[in-house]
């Protein structure tokens, strides 16, 4: 088991596929009104899925939130 | 930085050698060479016209995911470039870059989330079920006639809210597309009563003059009168306040039908003929449901409907070490990558079980993945889920009668009958 990471969306850059959505549907939502995926609560993902979840979304809009 | 290229041996643009299938041996060719081939394409005296040829699946992948170096938007995603009046005339969400192709595709995007499209499953399933009870009916026939033809082009039309009494005419608007990617047409200018010039509709087909019309129509009944379907859903989609223009519309219905109803076909036939090649893949579907998922992606990478798509750089660029220019057409040929054995063990065996998600039948994985491809993948497991639940396999008793296209892998025709 790898360690779990914390993601975030840039929704400048989403574009509403829904891969997020259908790959990780317990931590990513795609919001009814704008149409822009959003992180479920803690948007945490052990390291390995997160990766893969990254490399899928097709708007490159997926990272692994910078530690302060 | 390498930037001498050796001109390939090898042509993949000459329609006619896909009269015979893929060229798979001059792909492979092209994927062994170092950096990125140049192809000349266009005037044969000006040694500034052709494309680099990406054929390898990790630069395709690299291509696709870097849209600010490869645009969509830029001289055009065939081949061949557009005028610009042109390429304004026929803009569609497939000629975007960011922004505008991440507001048109954020309009409508929530209709095609594999959460969404599932509310078509049951519609799906009962198509398949129609077709399939046909073609047994028939006791077998035309595969693409019988099945691999109407199925997606009635669900789209149910989906879309197109009354079925018009499916055969849609169909035939879609047939002459497909003519429209080949080297000849058959239709006159003035097709369909159309009187736009040929150069600014897309294929240059009079048939998209006739989609455009039957669409904006269609639009106009349900602005009225919205019922539950897509067209509605489309013509009410709303983001940031801001509705799609008429021009949006209609390119868009034009892509919906085209792209949802030829490219499903595509990857429905040349999945019959895989399962009737390797009736061992079908008899193991049968005992292990739970590959359904795999050999959907398997039947998609054998397939590659969309042979390529080209982007042009922004920039000067370096790809595999091969210099870019600015200016230059790239283009990305999913059908090679879909075989490389960089990515894919024994990429010209047909195994359902192979998994990985990493064909590349809906795009290299960047933002202009295919809009349809979950609805796409229900169309497809639906079929050869209800085949291995009735115990339905294929014995092929035709030659396969392929498009003479570069960029569309379409069968026209091939005979199967049902086997027990």
């Known amino acids: ?68 | 930085m390498n930037t001498v290229v050796a001109q390939p041996p090898v042509n993949v643009t000459d329609s006619h050698l896909y009269l015979d299938g893929i060229p798979h041996d001059r792909f492979a060719a092209l994927r062994a060479q170092p950096g990125i081939a140049w192809h000349p394409y266009g005037d044969p005296t000006d040694d500034s016209a052709g494309f680099w040829a990406v054929t390898r699946h990790a630069e395709v992948k690299e291509v696709s995911k870097n849209p600010e170096i490869y645009s969509s938007a830029l001289g055009h995603t065939n081949l061949w470039d557009l005028e610009a009046d042109a390429l304004e005339a026929r803009r569609s969400l497939i000629d975007t870059d960011a922004p505008d192709h991440t507001r048109l595709r954020r309009l409508i995007s929530s209709v095609f989330t594999p959460k969404n499209i599932r509310r078509w499953g049951d519609l799906t399933r009962s198509v398949v079920g129609d077709v399939l009870d046909d073609f047994e009916a028939a006791d077998g026939g035309d595969w693409v006639d019988l099945v691999a033809a109407p199925l997606p082009i009635r669900v789209i039309l149910a989906i879309l809210g197109v009354p079925i009494e018009d499916a055969d005419y849609l169909v035939e608007l879609s047939n002459y597309l497909v003519e429209g990617t080949g080297d000849e047409q058959s239709l006159p200018a003035d097709a369909f009563g159309n009187t736009t010039e040929l150069r600014l509709l897309p294929f240059n087909s009079p048939a998209s003059h006739a989609m455009f019309e039957y669409g904006a129509r269609l639009a106009d009944l349900r602005r009225h009168d919205p019922q539950d379907d897509m067209v509605t859903m489309l013509v009410q989609a709303e983001a940031d306040g801001e509705k799609l223009s008429a021009s949006e519309f209609r390119n868009l219905f034009h892509l919906l039908i085209f792209a949802g109803n030829e490219t499903t076909r595509t990857a429905l036939s040349h999945g019959a003929v895989a399962f009737a090649e390797h009736p061992d893949q079908m008899q193991r579907l049968r005992h292990d449901r739970s590959l359904l998922d795999t050999a959907t992606d398997e039947v998609l990478r054998w397939a590659t409907p969309v042979l390529h798509m080209r982007r042009t750089a922004t920039t000067d660029a370096e790809l595999a070490g091969t210099a870019i220019g600015t200016g230059q057409k790239v283009v990305m040929w999913y059908a090679s990558a879909n075989r490389d054995d960089a990515v894919f063990d024994d990429p010209f065996a047909f195994d359902i079980g192979r998994g990985g998600g990493n064909q590349f039948s809906f795009g290299g994985g960047g933002p202009h993945f295919c809009l349809g491809a979950f609805l796409a993948r229900l169309e497809i497991s639906s079929l050869f889920d209800q085949m291995a639940e009735r115990g339905l396999g294929l014995r092929q008793t035709g030659d396969v009668q392929r498009c003479p296209s570069n960029f569309v892998h379409g069968i026209l025709s091939v005979d199967m009958e049902p086997m027990r």
């Open chain 1, 1 to 68: 088991m790898s360690d779990p990471v914390k993601l975030v969306v840039d929704a400048e850059k989403c574009i509403g596929s829904g891969m997020c959505e259908m790959l990780e549907e317990a931590t990513f939502l795609i919001d009814e009104d704008t149409n822009i995926a959003g992180v479920v609560g803690e948007g945490l993902l052990p390291a390995d899925r997160a990766a893969a979840v990254i490399d899928r979304c097709p708007a490159s809009a997926l990272s692994i939130a910078v530690q302060n």
